[in-house]
């Protein structure tokens, strides 16, 4: 029996021997779950199935590829999507996200494709405990971070595990494991190799402790540990990283919705222990339904990543973004405005030295929505896009106008 197959018949005895243990969903977790299970809009026998329709950017791109040569384009994206629940004796949750999307450009046909985005997961729901197994596939050809210009084919594979303990209603205590594998696919006549730099295996511990603050606040504090082996071994980016957080998770019901998590995170290269990284990080984002006509929003983002230039490993990625959303007309009109600035950070030696360079940017943007359901609403975004990167005296601009439709209205 190859070892693969053992791990798995493994997780399956695990799985039969506590299948028939009496339990019911007391942890927070598990009330969420069986919360999402129960709000499904449609029931079919035992499925209980919360259908989607996914359709964005619908409009005009002045700029598709972000650079100094400006390529314009009409283009869409659009596909259902669907959640899907399956609970079995009240204590196994089985829950299936699918969401095939078509991207269509009018004038550059290489990049019409199809993307697929895929994510299973099994549940195992206990009076003090939860237990959690899951798989994500991601297969698509889309603008993958701030760095990256052009729209590669990356796929995406995780498996995942988590166990939850909540030994009373006030903490809880929580053990995850994450491996990823990124394959990007290989451009020859681009200015860099995404598929050398960049495929890579990732391995994911951490520990984290909630305390519940509130019936819609918890608080934790999070211990991360990550290996990062990547497929090309002259690239020379194996690496590890340690880390530590901190901050408040928010329920999606209440007043304040999202999450604060803000740390401090070492990244060291892995045969020759040198430093990459050592500094504070944050991932944090945060909405505050302030009046019933009134709702703020703030964006904090400080993480590093890996470069797809030869001579830099990692860059600091900085985004800051502000937003609010008046209501009108009895709420059935809402009107966004969002503002981000961004900060790319190219690292010598583990720090932004003279010479470095550094990229930044800007984001305004502008929508209309209308409401055609309680929470969801179709609208028109409009924005401005600027960039500027001194080491090259590059200088980029980009608008944009796009329709949408949102379900968090």
Known sequence: ?????????????????????????????????????RTAAWKIGPFHIRPALIVNNVGYDSNVYYGPEPVKDYSFTAGPAVDIYLAIRKKIMVQIYESPQYVYFNKLAKERTWNNYFQGEIHFLFNKWLFSLGSRLAD??????????????RKEER??????????KKSSFSLG?????????????????LAEWLNRKEIYLNCTWYFQMTFKTRFFLEGGYGVYTFDNPSAMRDSKSLGLYGGFEFSPLA????????GYRFVKEQKSGAQYLKGFVGDSNVQVRLLRTL??????????????????????????????????????IRIDYDYRFGRNSYLIAGKVQAGSRVDKYDIHSLGVYFRVKST?????TAGLWKREIKIWDWKDERNFVSANVTYNF
């Open 255 to 262: 007043r304040i919705r999202g999450r604060l998590r803000l």
């Open 159 to 168: 498996f995942y595990a988590s166990f939850l303990w909540q030994p009373s």
């Open 177 to 193: 494991y994450a491996g990823t594998k990124y394959d990007y696919e290989t451009l020859k006549d681009e200015r860099y190799n």
């Open 1 to 37: 029996m190859r070892k693969k197959e053992l791990r798995i018949s493994i997780i399956l005895i695990f799985i039969l021997a506590f299948a028939t243990a009496e339990s019911k969903a007391n942890t927070w977790k598990g009330n969420d779950l069986v919360y999402l299970w």
């Open 295 to 332: 709702s703020l929003r703030g964006l904090y983002r400080r993480l590093e990543q890996f470069s797809a230039w030869e001579t830099n490993t990692y860059f600091i990625e900085n985004i800051t973004g502000l937003g609010a959303s008046l209501y009108v007309l009895r709420q059935k």
């Open 376 to 380: 969801v609403g179709i609208g028109v």
């Open 140 to 153: 698509a050809k889309e603008k993958w971070n701030s760095e990256i210009d052009i729209r590669p084919r």
